[in-house]
C-alpha cells in the first residue's frame, strides 16, 4: 500500500496489464514520449512493436485494434482527447462492439480504450468538453468511470482482462485524486458501485467528477440531512442493487452526472430508482445533469452548465425540506 | 543573424526587386503582428490569465501571411487548432481575437469558442477547428457551394502534417477531384504532430506526392520564405480558380514552440525530447520567416533598417493594445451558456437546464 495520484496509477496499471497479457499492446497518439502523462515508461519497458504511436487516424487505428483482435490480440486504445470517440465510432459501434453478436459468438473482440484527461471544466471548449459515454452506454458499450486512485486502478485491470471492449473513462478534474494503493495488481469487477460515503436521509448517485463535488455537498449539508453517496464506478454493467438498497434506506434520492440531460447516464438511473423503488420514495427522484449545451470556453458560461456542488445542495435541499 | 547570410535570405534577396514596396513592408508587418500576437498570448498563458490552452504559430508566420496575401477578399480559409496566424493574416480584427482567447464577451465569438474555435465568415473564415482535419472538407463545401453559385470563388484549406494522416482529408482530395473543386489544399508541414515525426507517421517522400493519387497537381515548397509561400500559393489559387480544380501545396516549415501551451510542464519531455535539442536554434538562425525576410529588405536596399524598426514599435503597441481591451472587456453573463444552441428558442424547456 502507498499513498498514490489517480494518475499515477493509471501509469502504474499500463505497466500491470502489459506484463500480465503478453498478447496486448497499446496504441495511440503520442504514447511514447506520454503527452497526456499517462504512458510513462512504457515503450522502454515494452519497446516499439508493443506500443505504438499512432499516425492521427483515430477510425483507421481503431479498426487495426479490431482486427488484431479477431486474430487473437488484447488491444489497449488510447484516446488523447475525450471526443476522440466519435472518429473512431464506426470501428466502436458497428464493429467492435457488434461482432461477437453477429458472428453468434465466434469472436472475442477484447479491447480496452481509455478516454483521456482534456476536458471540463478547464477551457477545454465545445469540441474537447465531452463525457461520450451516455451515447456508448445507449449502444451497449461496458463502461467504467473511475473516480478515485484506487478505483481506476482495479476497474482498468479488470477492463483489460474482459473479453468484450471496454471504455474506461478518466475525468480530468481527479486525476490529482490521491488513494492508498496496492502495489500490486488488484481488480475490482465491473458492476460493482462503491458507498463513497453512509447516510440515511438522502442519497445522492454520482458519477466520475462529480464524486467529490458529493461528498463536499454531504460534508457541507451535515447539519441539516445525512447523506448517503453512492458511486456506481461502473456503468454498464450497472450495479442497480446497492443503489437500489439506499434509496430503501433513505427515501429519497438525486443523481448526478456531468454529461448532458437528455438521454443522459442520470436519466437513465433516475427510471430505474423510480421502476424500483417507487413505493419507497417520500419525493421525486432528482437530477442534476449538464445542461443540454455545448461546454463554453469563457468560464462563467462554461460554469452555467456543469454541474456543480451549489446545485447538488439546492436539489438535496429541495427534497428534504 | 549570423553574418553569413543563409540560402533562405540570399533567395530573398533575388525575390524583393520583383516586389512593390508596400506589399514587402505589409507582409513584413503582418508576420510581425503574428509573432508579437503569439509572444503576448504566451505571456498570457503562462500568467495564468486565459481560460484554456493556446497552441501557438510561431515559427510559421510566413505561410499565413504569404497564402492570404495571395487571396482575394472574397476567398476563403479553413483553420486548424493552431489558427491564430491564419485567422490575423485573413484580416481577423485583432482586438476581438485576443478577447476571444481571453474568454471575454468582447471576442469573436463573443468569448464562446476561445483560442480553437475563432471565426469570422464576412471574411471568408470558415473558422479554427479542435479536431485534427476537421475545417479541410468545409472548405470543399464552400468550394462547391461557389460552384453552385457560378462564382469564381476559392478555397484554402490549411492543415498539418498530422492532419494529412486522417481519412477525412483523403476523403475530401478525392471528392474535390472527382467533383471539380476550386480548393486549394495548404499543409503545414511543420514537422511533427504533437510529439510523432512526420518522417515516421507519413508514408511515402513527400505529402505533395499524395496529390498525383488524386488526379490533380502538388508541390514541396519553403514555408519560410514569404515570398515564395506568396508566389507558389497565387498560382495555385488562380490555377484552381481557372480550372475549377483542386490544388496541394506543401510547406516546409518548424513550430518553434510546444504543441501546446501546456507541454513546458511535461518534465519528462526534457529527459525524452521528441525532437532534437539545436533544432530549433538553428531554424532561427538560418530560416527565421521574419529574420531573413528583414534581412533581405535591408540588404536589398528596399526600407532602411530604422522604416523596419518603427513598425515593430509599432506593432508592439498595437498588440500591446489589443492586451488591454481583451483584459479589461468583460466576461459574457453565465446565463448566455445557452443561448445559441438552436436557431429557435421558443420551445419550451430547449435547451434542457442542468437542474430543474
Known amino acids: 500500500m502507498a499513498d498514490k495520484s489517480y494518475i499515477a496509477t493509471i501509469i502504474e496499471g499500463y505497466h500491470e496489464a502489459m506484463a500480465e ?37 483515430e477510425q483507421g487505428f481503431h479498426g487495426l485494434a479490431v482486427g488484431a483482435a479477431m486474430d487473437g490480440k488484447r488491444p489497449i486504445i488510447e484516446y488523447q482527447i475525450n471526443t476522440m470517440s466519435y472518429l473512431g465510432m464506426d470501428q466502436l459501434v458497428n ?26 471544466p478547464g477551457g477545454s471548449a465545445q469540441q474537447h468538453s465531452d463525457n461520450a459515454y451516455p451515447s456508448l452506454l445507449n449502444y451497449g458499450v461496458k463502461t467504467v468511470v473511475p473516480s478515485t486512485a484506487y478505483d481506476q486502478k482495479g476497474l482498468f485491470l479488470s477492463a483489460v482482462a474482459e473479453d468484450d471492449p471496454v471504455m474506461v473513462f478518466w475525468p480530468s478534474s481527479v486525476l490529482g485524486q490521491r488513494s492508498e494503493v496496492p502495489d500490486e495488481p488488484y481488480r475490482i469487477p465491473l458492476g460493482e458501485a462503491d458507498v463513497k460515503r453512509e447516510g440515511e436521509d438522502v442519497t445522492v448517485v454520482a458519477i466520475g467528477e462529480t464524486v467529490p463535488m458529493a461528498l463536499s455537498a ?30 430503501r434506506k433513505t427515501n429519497r434520492v438525486v443523481v448526478v452526472d456531468s454529461t448532458n440531460r437528455t438521454c443522459g447516464t442520470a436519466g437513465d438511473i433516475a427510471a430505474r430508482i423510480a421502476n424500483h423503488n417507487f413505493w419507497d420514495l417520500d419525493a421525486p427522484v432528482k437530477r442534476v445533469t449538464r445542461a443540454d449545451a455545448p461546454v463554453s470556453y469563457s468560464p462563467p458560461e462554461e460554469q452555467y452548465i456543469l454541474p456543480d456542488e451549489e446545485t447538488i445542495i439546492r436539489a438535496v435541499r429541495d427534497i428534504v425540506m | 543573424m549570423s553574418h553569413e547570410k543563409s540560402e533562405q535570405t540570399e533567395t530573398l534577396l533575388s525575390q524583393v526587386p520583383e516586389y512593390e514596396e508596400e506589399t514587402l513592408l505589409e507582409m513584413y508587418q503582418q508576420m510581425q503582428e503574428i509573432r508579437e500576437f503569439e509572444q503576448k498570448t504566451s505571456e498570457l498563458t503562462e500568467a495564468g490569465e486565459l481560460p484554456g490552452a493556446v497552441h501557438l504559430y510561431l515559427g510559421q508566420e510566413a505561410i499565413a501571411v504569404g497564402t492570404c496575401l495571395a487571396l482575394g477578399e472574397d476567398d476563403f480559409i479553413g483553420s486548424t487548432h493552431r489558427g491564430h496566424g491564419h485567422v490575423l493574416a485573413k484580416g481577423g480584427d485583432i482586438d476581438r481575437m485576443m478577447a476571444e482567447i481571453a474568454g471575454r464577451e468582447t471576442g469573436l465569438n463573443r468569448g464562446r469558442g476561445g483560442s480553437m474555435h475563432m471565426v ?18 468545409h472548405v470543399a463545401g464552400g468550394a462547391l457551394s461557389a460552384k453552385l453559385d457560378g462564382d469564381d470563388r476559392v478555397g484554402v484549406s490549411f492543415f498539418g502534417d498530422g492532419a494529412s494522416n486522417e481519412g477525412v482529408v483523403h476523403e475530401t482530395m478525392n471528392m474535390a477531384s472527382v467533383w471539380d473543386l476550386p480548393v486549394v489544399f495548404l499543409c503545414e508541414n511543420n514537422k511533427y504532430a504533437v510529439s510523432t515525426p512526420e518522417e515516421y507517421a507519413v508514408a511515402g517522400d513527400q505529402i505533395s506526392d499524395r496529390a498525383d493519387g488524386y488526379g490533380f497537381s502538388g508541390k514541396t515548397i519553403n514555408g519560410q520564405n514569404v515570398l515564395t509561400v506568396f508566389e507558389e500559393v497565387k498560382e495555385a489559387v488562380e ?6 480544380r483542386p490544388q496541394l501545396v506543401e510547406c516546409k516549415t518548424l513550430r518553434y514552440s510546444g504543441h501546446f501551451s501546456g507541454e513546458k510542464q511535461l518534465a519528462w519531455l526534457e529527459d525524452r525530447p521528441y525532437r532534437p535539442d539545436d533544432e530549433v536554434a538553428t531554424w532561427k538562425e538560418r530560416r527565421d520567416p521574419i529574420g531573413s525576410f528583414r534581412e533581405a529588405l535591408v540588404e536589398g536596399d528596399v526600407v532602411p533598417e530604422a522604416r523596419l524598426d518603427e513598425i515593430d514599435e509599432e506593432v508592439a503597441a498595437e498588440i500591446e493594445s489589443a492586451a488591454e481591451f481583451a483584459m479589461e472587456s468583460d466576461y459574457p453573463p453565465a446565463e448566455k451558456a445557452v443561448e445559441n444552441v438552436y436557431a429557435d428558442q421558443d420551445y419550451p424547456n430547449l435547451p434542457a437546464s442542468k437542474y430543474r
Open chain 1, 218 to 247: 454531504a460534508e457541507e449539508l451535515s447539519d441539516e440531512a445525512d447523506i448517503e453517496v453512492v458511486d456506481p464506478r461502473s456503468l454498464l454493467p450497472l450495479d442497480e442493487e446497492t443503489i437500489f438498497e439506499s434509496v
Open chain 1, 21 to 57: 497479457f503478453d498478447d496486448s499492446f497499446l496504441i495511440g497518439e503520442d504514447i511514447r514520449h506520454a503527452l497526456m502523462g499517462t504512458t510513462r515508461d512504457l515503450v522502454e519497458e515494452f519497446g516499439e512493436e508493443r506500443v505504438l504511436d499512432s499516425p492521427i487516424s
Open chain 2, 239 to 244: 490555377s484552381a480558380r481557372e480550372d475549377s
Open chain 2, 120 to 137: 469570422d465568415f464576412s471574411l471568408g473564415i470558415f473558422g479554427c477547428n479542435a479536431i485534427v482535419g476537421g475545417s479541410v472538407p
Open chain 1, 95 to 120: 464493429n467492435a462492439q457488434k461482432l461477437r453478436h453477429m458472428t453468434d459468438g465466434q469472436v472475442s473482440i477484447p479491447i480496452t480504450i481509455t478516454v483521456n484527461t482534456a476536458g471540463a
